[in-house]
Nanobody
Framework: VQLQASGGGLVQAGGSLRLSCTAS????????VGWFRQSPGKEREFVAA????????HYADSVKGRFTISRDNAENTAYLQLSSLKPDDSADYYC?????????????????WGRGTLVTVSS
């Protein structure tokens, strides 16, 4: 499985972006997808996750109510809608996929990772 994240860019505080994570192969619809982010000098942190069907989601407290994760299995794509963006949201955003036993924020449970897409929020 190969993952490709896209959709990052420069946006003003309060603005919105939609990130996409497109997967290759036939397994995507069976996999949990997570989004993580990392900014310079900081550890990678969990942002959101969605189960294989899209019926369950999980968010970091820092983004709850502002970000929305979704997926379209027919398109082998997951999305992360970023709204009410703050400068602290600036980071490289990564998508990951795997088969964890539960909807998890722990990166070790995700087997496949894409390259990041950079989000920069100006104040």
């Amino acid at each position: 499985v190969q993952l490709q994240a896209s959709g990052g860019g420069l946006v003003q505080a309060g603005g919105s972006l939609r990130l996409s994570c497109t997967a290759s192969g036939d397994s995507f619809s069976t996999m949990t997808v997570g989004w993580f982010r990392q900014s310079p000098g900081k550890e990678r942190e969990f942002v959101a996750a969605i189960n294989y069907s899209g019926g369950s989601t999980h968010y970091a407290d820092s983004v709850k109510g502002r970000f929305t994760i979704s997926r379209d299995n027919a398109e082998n794509t997951a999305y992360l809608q970023l709204s009410s963006l703050k400068p602290d949201d600036s980071a490289d955003y990564y998508c990951a996929a795997g088969w964890p036993l539960y909807l998890t924020s722990l990166s070790k449970h995700y087997d496949y990772w894409g390259r990041g897409t950079l989000v920069t929020v100006s104040s």
